[in-house]
């Protein structure tokens, strides 16, 4: 079956452009979460929805990340006047339900920013 | 606060040797542990995961993995490596008692030699 995707695959901005990035999670999953991978590093934890419930947003590294997922399924990460340091991989995960389900992880955004 | 901690961010085995990748962990609670490959230019992919009870975890393509607490280590091993196994591998924990949001440590790079 259709696992977790993401668009777009790679993302070029200009320092100071507005970003958005679109998960589309498994089917059915009632979790979804948002993780920064920097160039070397593990993947870090930015935010966690159950359906439509931001529940967790404790890992989003400034008031310009913003994420969304207004229907409980689709979810979109968006990026105010990004910044160099923005640049990463962002990974979206699903699970179909909550607390320590296994998560399945899209293949991720590569957004740089110059 | 939860921290994971993987021992050699480059590992190189022969073909047919031992893969021995170390992951320790810091957890004020028993908590969930996972281990994670990433092919390049694809999301993470579930190896295996511990929850609770047998302390040895066996998953998918021959990895194995045990939990000891008293060393709070979660190593993962394989008795043969093949090729095939040249990958990132990812230590994650996630506490018990959150929203699954998973802490991940920073990662193994398995260089299999012919």
Redesign the interface.
């Known amino acids: 079956g259709a696992?977790?995707s993401q668009s777009p695959r790679y993302k070029v901005a200009k320092r100071g452009q507005d970003v958005a990035l679109r998960c589309d999670p498994i089917s059915g999953h009632v979790?979804l979460?948002w993780?920064q991978q920097a160039l070397?590093?593990?993947?870090?934890?930015l935010t966690?929805f159950?359906n439509e419930a931001q529940?967790?947003k404790s890992?989003l590294p400034s008031d310009r990340f913003f994420a969304e997922r207004p229907e409980g399924s689709v979810s979109t990460l968006k990026i105010q006047r990004t910044q160099q340091e923005d640049s990463a991989v962002y990974?979206c995960?699903s699970?179909y339900g909550?607390?320590?389900?296994?998560?399945?992880?899209?293949?991720?955004t590569r957004l740089l920013v110059l | 606060a939860q921290s994971v901690t993987q021992l050699g961010s480059h590992v190189s085995v022969s073909e047919g040797a031992l893969v021995l990748l170390r992951c320790n962990y810091s957890s004020s609670v028993p908590p969930y542990l996972f281990w994670y490959v990433q092919y390049p230019n694809q999301g993470l992919q579930l190896l295996l995961k511990y929850t609770t009870g047998a302390t040895l975890v066996k998953g998918i393509n021959g990895f194995e993995a045990e939990f000891k607490k008293s060393e709070t280590s979660f190593h993962l091993t394989k008795p043969s490596a093949h090729m095939s196994d040249a990958a990132e591998y990812f230590c994650a924990v996630s506490p018990s008692s959150n929203t699954g949001k998973l802490i991940f440590g920073q990662g193994t790079t398995l260089q299999v030699k012919p």
Do not use: I, N, R
């Open positions: 696992g977790v979790s979460f993780y070397g590093q593990g993947p870090e934890f966690y159950q529940l967790d890992g990974l995960a699970s909550t607390f320590q389900e296994t998560q399945y992880f899209g293949p991720g």
